[in-house]
């Protein structure tokens, strides 16, 4: 076949599928329209995860008849007239491309009046074709009803999950909006039964009260920057001059850890972003706050010059380029670190602004177990050689001038020993409180105590789970857990296999379940707590699609029910685990799938001090 320039309407799906991937990227754009358009109250409603339908409806500046046509043409936008508009844009939308879209992959029909216009106009639009377009009665303001998404795009609608899931996706997305905009009135319906709602008096505490529970919400710490025209933040970075940012918003208090980072959510200029350098930052500012692989709560607004960020570098606008990155990073980190400091009795704390190399041993460190399902984590953080470094061989390398260790030598993978067998080993000692060190008869062993604990209790939970016979603990006095609208999703599409590994719950009305039993693995646990990392866990979808939702929800239990790093165990004690490890089937990888040990074998060890 030739090289041929695509038909424009297969152009135009395939375009559509950059930035329309699910139910919600569509929830995303249309409620991006409704804010840009000014509006007050914006209702979202949802039927089969929005695979069936998608209507927003908003009260903003309608579109005038004469223009109605064109806001489906590719590439037409009222939000930009020249190239140089993009270099400051101040809406969330500016590409013209959302409606012309979504209207290629779906069947759409738009109501929309301006207040000073008579009649409203209505445009259907199936499949992309032409629009058809009538006068009509209508509110001011706009409705757009998207139904059958992907209808025409077999191998888009094959992808979707299931309804709770996408329902799931689209409950972020307005969730985060109602976040940033506290002065909106967000309401979300789904499947008839409305499940969130903010009241858009304008307080971004009653927004996170309906966002994460009036509990959470509570316990959360205003975060505002203090220094404007921080000279340091001008002059240090290098990267020319930028006006400085302005953080606000609100920082979890310590004890309201997470087993996740998902809870820590950024805005720029009200646009929700995601960036991982940023969510360091405010990890770090909770530098020895929280206990070791657990993630704080955060809402944080940026306020920026447009001029100084560029919000063009991404499909789904879902990134965003700072002009400074380092200075906003800094902003960020020492604005939450105040406000962490001056909400704790902890003494002894300095408030100086924190550097990240000041943090980054100490970080790598605990990255090595806890950041276990962190969504950036890549392969390569788990070489060897760095796990080496985390222990403090980092030191000897440099006494030692140019000993180095070699990845290739230390990799588990190529480990010569299948991954079924584990050599009988000699507990030696443990070093921070992390790894235990063994010694076996082919070398020097590092056990990783929190990914063989949960290898075993895996084993274990999955042969009860053949038998029927999961150990649980009924609590005696049932406890209640509100959930968040995410988190109620997944307890709904998952309750069987939530049963299954020995949870019982029970809906007892709004958001608020009743927990009346508990994985006896997790006997120790809050259970409150403990079902939300779960839950949380799951939402997250670290753990690997291909896994069934029955599988993942055993790993996600176990990880949460294992021994952590940072807990000192007893000689004894190491020397059960290893026992238990060893009459596991894969002693060598962790559920998720990475190495529960390392090794370092004689002839390296020998060859590494000059013997051979
Ligand atoms: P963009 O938002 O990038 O401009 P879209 O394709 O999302 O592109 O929308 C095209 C145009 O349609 C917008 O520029 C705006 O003028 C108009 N529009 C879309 N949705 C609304 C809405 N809810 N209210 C008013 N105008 C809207
Ligand atoms: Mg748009």
Redesign the pocket.
């Known amino acids: 076949m030739g090289i041929k320039v695509l038909a424009p309407d297969v152009a135009a799906k395939i375009a559509a599928g950059e930035v329309v991937e699910r139910p919600a990227s569509v929830v995303k754009?249309?409620v991006?329209?409704?804010i840009?358009?000014g509006?007050r109250s914006i209702r979202v409603e949802i039927q089969q995860g929005g695979k069936r339908l998608i209507q927003?409806m908003?009260d903003?500046?309608?579109?005038p008849t004469d223009?109605a046509p064109l806001?489906?043409a590719r590439h037409?936008?009222?939000?930009?007239s020249s190239i140089n508009d993009l270099n400051r844009v101040t809406?969330?939308?500016?590409?013209?491309?959302?409606?012309?879209s979504i209207a290629s992959v779906s069947r759409l029909t738009l109501v929309?009046r301006p207040k000073a216009q008579a009649t409203a106009t209505r445009i259907r639009i199936e499949g992309g074709t032409s629009p058809e377009i009538s006068p009509a009665g209508g509110p001011a303001?706009?409705i757009?009803t998207i139904e059958n998404l992907f209808y025409n795009v077999p191998a888009r609608l094959k992808f979707l999950k299931a309804d709770a899931t996408e329902a799931g996706h689209i409950h972020r997305i307005v969730s985060h909006y109602a976040l940033a905009y506290p002065h909106i009135r967000f309401t979300l319906q789904n499947d008839k039964r409305s499940t969130f709602q903010t009241n858009g008096n304008g307080e971004l505490f009653d927004a996170l009260a309906a966002v994460l529970s009036t509990e959470t919400a509570r316990q959360m710490i205003p975060v505002i920057s203090d220094d404007v025209s921080d000279e340091r933040y001008n002059h240090t970075s290098g990267e020319g001059q930028t006006s400085a940012p302005f953080v606000q918003g609100y920082a979890g208090a310590p004890s309201l850890h997470r087993g996740l980072r998902d809870q820590i959510i950024f805005f720029v200029n009200k646009r929700w972003i995601q960036d991982r350098a940023l969510s360091q930052a405010v990890v770090q500012a909770y530098h020895t706050f929280l206990p070791v692989g657990r993630y704080p709560i955060a809402v944080l607004n940026i306020e920026l010059d447009p001029a100084d960020v560029d919000v063009n570098v991404h499909p789904t606008k879902a990134e965003v380029k700072f002009q400074n990155p380092r200075g906003i990073f800094k902003a960020v980190q020492k604005a939450v670190r105040e406000a962490v400091i001056s909400a704790s009795p902890v003494p002894g704390y300095s408030s100086t602004t924190f550097t990240p190399s000041d943090f980054s041993t100490e970080f790598a460190g605990n990255r090595g177990h806890a950041g276990d399902t962190a969504p950036w984590r890549t392969m390569g953080d788990h070489r060897p050689s760095q796990a080496f470094s985390q222990l403090g061989f980092e030191a000897q390398r440099t006494s030692a001038g140019d000993l180095s260790f070699d990845h290739g030598e230390f990799n588990p993978m190529a480990a010569p020993l299948p991954s079924t067998d584990m050599p009988i080993m000699r507990v030696v000692g443990q070093i921070q409180q992390m790894y235990i060190v063994a010694e076996g008869p082919d070398g020097l062993y590092l056990v990783d105590q929190h990914a063989a604990h949960e290898r075993i209790l895996y084993e274990k939970l999955t042969e009860q789970k053949k038998t029927a016979a999961v150990a649980r603990q009924q609590l005696l006095e049932p406890v209640m857990v509100e959930l968040t609208a995410g988190q109620a999703a997944v307890v709904e599409a998952e309750g069987e296999a939530l049963t299954e590994v020995g949870f019982e719950l029970e809906l007892f009305g709004g958001g608020t379940y009743r927990i009346r039993a508990l994985p006896e693995m997790l006997g120790q646990a809050d259970p409150g707590q403990a079902l939300s990392d779960v839950l949380a866990e799951m939402a997250d979808g670290a753990i690997p699609l291909a896994r069934e939702t029955h599988e993942k929800i055993a790993i996600t239990v176990c990880k949460r029910a294992s021994i952590k790093g940072g807990q000192v165990l007893s000689q004894a004690e190491m020397r059960e685990l290893m026992r238990q490890l060893e009459q596991t089937s894969a002693p060598r990888t962790c559920p998720h799938g990475r190495p529960t040990m390392i090794r370092l074998s004689m002839a390296q060890l020998a060859k590494e001090f000059g013997r051979i």
């Open positions: 754009e249309l991006e329209n409704a840009d358009a509006s927003v908003d903003g500046c309608g579109i223009e806001a489906f037409a936008t009222s939000k930009l809406t969330l939308g500016f590409r013209g491309e959302a409606l012309a929309t303001g706009t757009i």
